[in-house]
């Protein structure tokens, strides 16, 4: 694990004593929770969201946990994981403290809003990728820990995948949904490990032009970072990381996509989804088999016109960062099919 910067002790210690708060009851919370999560059957398949980060994931999520037969991770559940029994202590203070909006992007946010649950995931456990967000100097270790599953026992590894299970079944009992919508750009490259322990779920993977993703992955990620880290890093290392983590995470799931079962994957490009939000969410209802669309129709309706002031990015490359991304991430673009953006500034 990474070391902490001595000018964020006061972080690691206020974290201390949240963890010193909440402990008593989360000894509650295990002792409730076992027998439940042991004797939990999921009566439908959980279906994941895949994609990179800045890929549209968040967006197609959000749209998804609009339909109220549906269940997933909140955002309460994935600060304070083992605390589901105390929300009502733990919430209070979770609302007092949280933004309005994501600083990165100004994504809107509530205690009860769907995210991603591999946050959840690094709250409690260290078996996760997501702690590169207070050490981006172990990016590539994590990665290849908790993704890859290279250089770690078996037995943390059932660890991880029991840990892992706990989340989603509590996020159901959480819910109160047979159906949970999961969504996490880690789980892009974590395909084989996600059918082992769900050999019938489902996935949905969202994909977007390469050279967008990344212009939107280096503005978030920069304005994200200096939020969230615990040591000093230097700001070449966000672009390294983005560059490495985008060619492992989709060569990854594409020598392991052809495992899902048929019938079980649909895919689509971020662009297409964004001309016809509905056109597609029909389709994924149909063809994954999920919830009854009428019923669902007009919640995704409501959201979609709520969303239609929403101001997009704009997007500038220097020639040197788009030679360099043409040549990491070209096997990408030829596979995806995409070619440079017309509309792109070369600066």
């Given at each position: 694990?990474?070391?902490?910067?001595?000018?964020?002790?006061?972080?690691?210690?206020?974290?201390?004593?949240?963890?010193?708060?909440?402990?008593?009851?989360?000894?509650?919370?295990?002792?409730?929770?076992?027998?439940?999560?042991?004797?939990?059957?999921?009566?439908?398949?959980?279906?994941?969201?895949?994609?990179?980060?800045?890929?549209?994931?968040?967006?197609?999520?959000?749209?998804?946990?609009?339909?109220?037969?549906?269940?997933?991770?909140?955002?309460?559940?994935?600060?304070?994981?083992?605390?589901?029994?105390?929300?009502?202590?733990?919430?209070?203070f979770?609302?007092?403290n949280?933004?309005?909006?994501?600083?990165?992007?100004?994504?809107?946010?509530?205690?009860?809003?769907?995210?991603?649950?591999?946050?959840?995931?690094?709250?409690?456990?260290?078996?996760?990728?997501?702690?590169?967000?207070?050490?981006?100097?172990?990016?590539?270790?994590?990665?290849?820990?908790?993704?890859?599953?290279?250089?770690?026992?078996?037995?943390?590894?059932?660890?991880?995948?029991?840990?892992?299970?706990?989340?989603?079944?509590?996020?159901?009992?959480?819910?109160?949904?047979?159906?949970?919508?999961?969504?996490?750009?880690?789980?892009?490259?974590?395909?084989?490990?996600?059918?082992?322990?769900?050999?019938?779920?489902?996935?949905?993977?969202?994909?977007?032009?390469?050279?967008?993703?990344?212009?939107?992955?280096?503005?978030?990620f920069?304005?994200?970072?200096?939020?969230?880290?615990?040591?000093?890093?230097?700001?070449?290392?966000?672009?390294?990381?983005?560059?490495?983590?985008?060619?492992?995470?989709?060569?990854?799931?594409?020598?392991?996509q052809?495992?899902?079962?048929?019938?079980?994957?649909?895919?689509?490009?971020?662009?297409?989804?964004?001309?016809?939000?509905?056109?597609?969410?029909?389709?994924?209802?149909?063809?994954?088999?999920?919830?009854?669309?009428?019923?669902?129709?007009?919640?995704?309706?409501?959201?979609?016109?709520?969303?239609?002031?929403?101001t997009?990015?704009?997007?500038?490359?220097?020639?040197?960062?788009?030679?360099l991304?043409?040549?990491e991430?070209?096997?990408?673009?030829?596979?995806?099919?995409?070619?440079?953006?017309?509309?792109?500034?070369?600066?």
């Amino acid at each position: 694990m990474g070391k902490v910067a001595f000018r964020y002790i006061h972080v690691l210690l206020l974290t201390l004593l949240i963890i010193l708060i909440s402990t008593p009851f989360q000894v509650y919370e295990y002792f409730y929770f076992r027998k439940k999560v042991r004797k939990y059957k999921f009566k439908k398949a959980p279906v994941f969201i895949i994609g990179h980060w800045r890929s549209g994931t968040t967006h197609l999520h959000n749209l998804l946990c609009k339909d109220p037969a549906n269940g997933f991770t909140t955002t309460y559940q994935a600060v304070f994981p083992n605390n589901l029994k105390s929300k009502w202590i733990f919430k209070t203070f979770m609302k007092l403290n949280m933004p309005e909006k994501r600083p990165a992007d100004n994504v809107k946010l509530s205690t009860d809003f769907p995210q991603e649950e591999e946050y959840a995931l690094s709250n409690m456990t260290h078996s996760s990728f997501y702690h590169f967000f207070y050490f981006p100097s172990i990016n590539d270790g994590l990665y290849e820990k908790y993704i890859r599953f290279n250089g770690i026992s078996a037995i943390e590894k059932n660890k991880l995948k029991h840990k892992y299970h706990e989340l989603l079944v509590k996020a159901a009992l959480n819910t109160g949904k047979d159906q949970l919508i999961i969504k996490s750009p880690v789980n892009t490259g974590r395909i084989k490990l996600l059918l082992e322990m769900y050999p019938d779920a489902k996935f949905i993977h969202i994909y977007r032009d390469p050279i967008v993703t990344y212009l939107s992955a280096v503005k978030f990620f920069k304005s994200l970072l200096p939020t969230t880290s615990l040591e000093n890093y230097q700001g070449e290392l966000i672009i390294k990381m983005i560059l490495q983590n985008y060619k492992k995470l989709m060569n990854d799931y594409f020598e392991t996509q052809n495992l899902i079962p048929t019938g079980n994957l649909y895919e689509i490009k971020f662009e297409e989804f964004d001309e016809d939000n509905l056109l597609h969410l029909k389709e994924i209802y149909e063809k994954l088999k999920l919830n009854t669309w009428n019923e669902a129709e007009p919640y995704f309706k409501e959201y979609v016109r709520a969303q239609k002031n929403y101001t997009k990015n704009t997007y500038k490359i220097t020639k040197t960062e788009l030679d360099l991304l043409l040549s990491e991430w070209g096997f990408a673009m030829e596979k995806l099919n995409y070619n440079i953006p017309e509309n792109l500034e070369i600066v």
